[in-house]
């Protein structure tokens, strides 16, 4: 199985942009991706990587650069659309127990006077 990943955008270059952000020299970036200088500037020169050294990338940098290739992409995330959708319901439901929870005090004041009067 091949795991090349064809990416929209030239990832040397997003790494590059990175080091920038965090102000890491590439003698650094190696030590940290644990790869010699070498193979460091080899990546950086990269086009296309692997899937598993971009998590490695993603982890070193803690830049998800999964991100990039979706917004390339246009690649919609369901999983924030259907998180929307759980926190509305689950705003609505507040709101339900708010409103049970005035009914309560509105029948137990009801109560407390019917049973003052007795």
């Known amino acids: 199985m091949n795991n090349e990943l064809k990416l929209p955008f030239h990832i ?3 790494i590059r942009e990175r080091l920038v952000e965090r ?6 970036f190696a030590r940290r991706l644990g790869v ?9 020169n990269s086009k296309d990587v692997k899937i598993g050294r971009l998590w490695q990338l993603s982890e070193t ?7 990039l290739i979706s917004k390339e992409r246009a ?6 659309e259907e998180t929307t959708l759980l926190k509305q319901e689950i705003e609505g439901l507040h709101q339900q127990i708010h409103d ?9 004041e009801s ?8």
């Open 61 to 67: 940098l803690n830049f998800n650069f999964f991100t």
């Open 23 to 28: 102000q890491l020299t590439v003698p650094q």
């Open 12 to 14: 040397g270059n997003a």
């Open 36 to 44: 010699s200088e070498q193979m460091a500037h080899y990546i950086l």
């Open 100 to 108: 049970m929870e005035t009914k309560i005090e509105t029948l137990r």
């Open 75 to 80: 690649i919609e995330n369901p999983e924030q």
């Open 111 to 118: 109560l407390r006077l019917i049973g003052g009067k007795s």
